[in-house]
């Protein structure tokens, strides 16, 4: 069984920055591909940042230069550097791994950038 644990977030103003991290527990971590989705009030949950095993990485055009997807395989941990934040940035933030066809979600962690 793999548990995800978010945690990281919090209140910034526009232009902050925040680094949320995800700990997994289990030893298949380092073979996973980690994914960072994130739900914005009254949207659907979307997929933000990914990292492969081998350290490749992808974002959603609304974050391409500004947040950083990264893994330390060493201490089951994937981070999501988070810079130059906007309003539209608020969301609750998941990260997610599919191992074997199983889907395993965080509890999530809140960020909300405002004034």
């Known amino acids: 069984q793999v548990q995800l644990v978010e945690s990281g977030g919090g209140l910034v103003q526009p232009g902050g920055s925040l680094r949320l991290s995800c700990a997994a527990s289990?030893?298949?971590?380092?073979?996973?591909?980690m994914r960072w989705y994130r739900q914005r009030p009254e949207n659907q949950r979307e997929w933000v940042a990914v990292i492969t095993s081998g350290g490749s990485t992808n974002y959603i055009d609304s974050v391409k230069g500004r947040f950083t997807i990264s893994r330390d395989d060493a201490r089951n941990t994937v981070y999501l550097q988070m810079n130059g934040l906007k309003p539209e940035d608020t969301a609750v933030y998941y990260c997610?791994?599919?191992?074997?066809?199983?889907?395993?979600w965080g509890q999530g962690t809140q960020v909300t950038v405002s004034s």
């Open positions: 289990g030893s298949i971590f380092s073979r996973s591909v």
């Open positions: 997610y791994m599919n191992w074997r066809s199983q889907a395993y």
